[in-house]
Structure formats: C-alpha cells, structure tokens
C-alpha cells in the first residue's frame, strides 16, 4: 500500500510539473567552469587524477542492465523512478516517500540552495566542497564559513555559535571534500540534533560507501526521526556512474515537497542512468571489490608521497590532499602540460594537492612527474 501510494504521489508531482505549474531556476552546470583549466579536458589525453572518478569501471550487472534496456529508450523513465527509489528505501530502511531522485547530487544540493531565502546565509566549513560554494555564490546566498578545526574535522562547536535567525541552510560534508577527513558521527549527530531544531541541515555523503572507520556514521538516522535533515548521495563515486549523473536525497516528506516544487523537470534522470544505478546498488561485491582498490592506490599514494617527503590528510573517501611547499596552482599547470590534472587549494595559510586514486599505472606516472618537481 505504501509503494501505491508513493506512486500515485509522485504521479501527481510528475503531472503538476507537466502543467508546467512548476517554475525552477533552469540551472546547468559545468564542472570545466570551477576547473583551473579554461577548457574541458578529453579524457583520452589526459590522467584524470582530478574529479574523484572512479578508475575501475562500472558494475558487470549495470553494464549489463544498460545494454539490455537500451531498446526501451524511447519511453519515459517514470517506471524505473520506483525501482530504484524502493532499492534505496529498502536498503536505508526508510519508506520510499523520504527519497528524491536528482541528475547528481549536485541537482539536489543546487535546489536546495534555491530553498534559502535571498536575505539568508548558509553555513559551511572552510574548506569544503567546492561545487557547493561556487553554486550558493552563483545563486547569490552569503555565505558563513567557519574554519576546519585542526584535525581537519568540521568545527560544529563554532558552527553551532554561527547559528543566527538568518540562517536559512546548514552544509556539511561528510567525509569532507577536499580534506577527505571525517567528522565523528557522536559530535556529529549531537550537532545536527541542536542545529535542526533551528534550521535545515544538508549532509553530504557522497564519499559514505568508502568509509570503513567505526568513528564515521550516516545521518539518516536522523532523517527517520523526522529531523530538518536532509542527506545528499550520490552514483558518481565508488559507482563509477559520474557520466550517467545520477544522486538522490533523504529527507522527510515535507521537505521533499518544497524540493519538488522548485523541480525543473519532471523526471531529470534518464532511463539509462536508473537501469545502470538500481543494477549498482544491490551489487555488494561490486562496491567491496572498488573498495579493496580504491585502499591499494590510497596505501601507494600514502607510501609514495611520504617516501617524497610530503605529509596528508589520512583519507576516508577516493582522494588523498597532501601538502606542499610551492605554488599549488602552479604545480597544476605543470602538470597538465605533463597531461596529468590534480586540483590545487590553498587554504589554512598552505598549498595543498588533491589527488584521485587513480590505477597503478596512473598513479606511477602522477609520482615520478610530482618527483621531479618537487
Ligand atoms: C562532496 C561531493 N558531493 C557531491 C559531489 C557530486 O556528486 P554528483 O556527481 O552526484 O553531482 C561531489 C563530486 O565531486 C563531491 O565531492
């Protein structure tokens, strides 16, 4: 009963938006845009160290499931709208009206921000994930940013201070994007307990299926005892579908009615993109056999950057930050001109590298380049 009625809701938004009763805010987004490169890079010139893809490919079941689904691409997804959303809920343990579907997670965040009211703030830690930002700044909502504290952990006490009448949105990343870093989930929880009794909270776990650490934990128990939280996920990650676009969110349902109402599009994620997603998630031995890779490149990156003398971050997600002791920007454009794209930051009064565990080979190539340079 509970799945038909879910259906028939989701009839209903799917049909308003039709109408055309839905006005959103029409965004695109380009991640070339907040690239140091001023153009978007072909990946077959170039060692994507860059973006936190994932190197190891998609699931065997969801190569198979877009193969096989292709001939039915010329119908509206709506169907495969409820597949994966019962996986998820199943999954969670969490009914199925708690879940939004986006085009990335990005697509739920960017709708969120367009929650905020314009005289609002939103409340993040510098440093954080970039994307957000620059979509709270293109939306024009300030920002109010509080400092990483110095195990690079969100500094909820200061955060918690921050809190005023104006603020309209709290964002936090978990684990952090770009540090990688965890922030312990009993701190955590406590903080998004306080926090949402006064405004919405957004997590963001894009980074969840990597983290093996016991101090870690999700927030959507929260999100199951009604709280002002929302949790942002994503495919792009251990998944591999970062091309398919595909994320969601959890939330209460009366947050996920305001979301819908800013919705540009009645069904924003394609066929294709469900088929491969639902096939991904119940694939258990796909994600351990991702995570067992994912820690061999991190454990060479670790023994590699530390035999050149450079300290990190220790990681919890696909990526590891290390600090360096000339211009990270710089650094960059050498190395893409070696074909080879990592992110600078500079924050915290140092210049930092951000480097996606790429394979082996890519890996090698990025380390003998960075040993020269250093
Ligand atoms: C913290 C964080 N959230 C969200 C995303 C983007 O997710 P999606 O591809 O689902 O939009 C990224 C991608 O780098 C990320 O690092």
Not at 315 to 332: C, G, M, P, W, Y
Request: charged share 25%; glycine share 4%; with cysteine.
């Amino acid at each position: 009963m509970r799945y038909a009625l879910n259906r028939r809701q989701w009839i209903k938004t799917s049909a308003l938006a039709l109408a055309g009763l839905m006005t959103g805010p029409g965004l695109t987004s380009c991640k070339g845009e907040t690239s140091v490169m001023k153009k978007i890079p072909d990946p077959g010139d170039f060692i994507m160290l860059h973006n936190n893809e994932s190197p190891f490919g998609i699931s065997p079941i969801a190569r198979k499931a877009i193969t096989g689904s292709i001939d039915l691409s010329n119908r509206y997804p709506h169907r495969n709208y409820t597949q994966l959303i019962d996986s998820i809920a199943e999954r969670e343990d969490i009914p199925p009206d708690h879940i939004i579907l986006g085009a990335g997670s990005t697509d739920v965040m960017v709708t969120l921000i367009h929650l905020v009211k314009k005289e609002g703030e939103i409340l993040v830690a510098d440093p954080t994930y970039f994307d957000f930002i620059y979509y709270a700044n293109l939306a024009d909502r300030p920002l109010n940013r509080v400092r990483l504290n110095d195990k690079y952990e969100h500094d909820l006490e200061t955060m918690e201070k921050q809190i005023s009448p104006r603020t309209d949105l709290i964002y936090v990343c978990n684990p952090n994007n770009p540090t990688g870093s965890i922030t312990p989930k009993d701190k955590l929880q406590a903080f998004c307990e306080q926090a949402s009794k006064k405004t919405m909270v957004v997590v963001d776990e894009a980074y969840h299926e990597y983290v093996q650490d016991e101090a870690y934990a999700s927030m959507i128990d929260l999100v199951k005892q009604a709280k002002n939280i929302i949790v942002t996920r994503t495919f792009s990650k251990i998944f591999a579908l970062a091309g398919l676009r595909i994320g969601y969110g959890i939330a209460h349902p009366e947050i996920l009615k305001r979301l819908h109402k800013l919705s540009r599009n009645f069904a924003p994620v394609a066929w294709l993109s469900l088929k491969a997603a639902v096939a991904s998630h119940q694939d258990q031995m796909f994600i351990q056999s991702v995570n067992k890779k994912n820690n061999q490149a991190k454990a060479f990156l670790y023994e590699e950057l530390d035999k050149l003398g450079l300290s990190c971050i220790p990681s919890h997600t696909n990526f590891v930050l290390f600090k360096i002791d000339r211009d990270a920007r710089e650094l960059a454009k050498i190395l893409e001109r070696k074909k080879i794209l990592i992110r600078p930051f500079v924050f915290h009064d140092s210049q930092w590298i951000r480097v996606s565990c790429g394979t082996k080979e890519e890996l090698q190539t990025f380390i003998s380049s960075l040993g020269q340079l250093i």
